[in-house]
């Protein structure tokens, strides 16, 4: 008796372990993929940066502070136009990607080059890595709002 509601017990455990429902064919679970990657919108990038709040109006002193650091890190390689130098030009940036993609691309440069398909792109058009430029969360923010401005939000 006690053989048999052992056998019971540990079946019942069993069970409820399994998935509750059973893959079609052709379903085949992407046992490759991590938790974090199946939950992770790819629009976004990768990096510490998950969510960005604009504001608006926008913050001039970020704005202040993005130009300087856009003078002295980022306009040898970048245009404010779509003119691309060895970068991509920023015209019309933060209208085809979001800011959480462009500021994992300015503070995770290494990793958004060797990961993500969008940034994987641009290499393979500009032929060029970018060089990862040491900048703070705040930085990019910073320049994110400058890139707002050249795009012409207020």
């Not at 970068?87 to 990607?97: A, E, S």
């Not at 990961?115 to 320049?143: F, H, I, T």
Request: proline fraction near 6%; aromatic fraction near 4%; include cysteine.
């Amino acid at each position: 008796m006690k053989y048999f509601l052992g056998l019971t017990l540990a079946t019942m455990m069993l069970l409820s372990c399994s998935p509750g429902k059973p893959n079609q064919p052709g379903e085949e679970p992407d046992i490759n993929k991590s938790a974090v990657e199946a939950i992770t919108d790819p629009t976004k990038g990768i990096g510490a940066i998950k969510n960005v709040t604009l504001e608006n109006p926008l913050d001039q002193e970020r704005i202040k502070r993005g130009v300087a650091i856009y003078e002295m890190k980022c306009q040898a390689c970048h245009k404010l136009t779509d003119q691309r130098i060895v970068g991509p030009g920023w015209k019309d940036v933060t209208k085809k990607r979001k800011p959480e993609w462009i500021m994992n691309m300015i503070t995770n440069i290494d990793v958004m080059l060797e990961k993500d398909e969008e940034a994987q792109k641009l290499l393979e058009l500009c032929l060029m890595r970018m060089p990862n430029q040491n900048m703070s969360v705040g930085d990019a923010r910073d320049v994110l709002e400058f890139m707002r401005q050249n795009d012409g939000e207020k």
